[in-house]
């Protein structure tokens, strides 16, 4: 009794071993490709417009922390503009739908409030300032300030970004009215007009 107690463990040890080492990577991969595939599905489907629940205001009147951020020229720009609507827009290079949301900013722009400040964020570290322009390059971003995160994802967090092609609306005093993902330009003018009789 003892010898065959002991044997049939290790004949089971020995079969199930080989199969784990075979397709343990097949396995991973294909529960990490469901997971990543999950993610870009809520993504896309996830509401546009969404309402204002930001942890960065005390209260109704309370206004964003502005940041300063680099642009493509070197220069410097804050977020959001001092005195005038904005839209922030935050994207990466690596967005597939990024480059239709950029031209349905455009598109918004015509009946935007006067004074309307429209900034293009970049918030990936790894995007250089020649890939960024090489993108953009099919866009629409005549009148658009182009900015770029330094790298150490401080955009990202003062904003509270966690998806690609987050669309931020500021009023003229700073306080964020509105927020969406890849938003139509219809939804943007209704978020501008409601920015401009904040």
Request: glycine share 6%.
């Amino acid at each position: 009794m003892s010898p065959r107690s002991t044997h049939t463990p290790h004949a089971t040890r020995s079969s199930t071993v080989p199969w784990l080492r075979r397709w343990w990577l097949p396995l991973s991969l294909a529960v990490v490709g469901v997971l990543a595939l999950g993610a870009i599905v809520y993504a896309a489907t996830a509401p546009a417009d969404t309402p204002v629940t930001s942890a960065r205001t005390s209260g109704k009147d309370a206004a964003t922390q502005s940041v300063r951020a680099a642009t493509l020229d070197g220069k410097q720009a804050t977020i959001p503009a001092a005195g005038k609507p904005t839209v922030a827009y935050f994207y990466a290079v690596g967005c597939p739908s990024c480059a239709e949301a950029l031209d349905n900013i455009a598109a918004s722009r015509e009946s935007a409030p006067a004074g309307t400040v429209y900034q293009v964020v970049n918030i990936s570290p790894t995007d250089s300032p020649r890939v960024i322009r090489s993108f953009l390059a099919g866009t629409n971003t005549t009148g658009v300030t182009l900015l770029r995160d330094s790298g150490d994802q401080q955009l990202s967090a003062t904003f509270d970004v966690k998806v690609l092609g987050t669309t931020v609306v500021f009023d003229s005093a700073g306080r964020e009215v509105w927020r969406g993902v890849d938003p139509s330009a219809a939804a943007l003018k209704a978020a501008l007009a409601k920015a401009d009789r904040q």
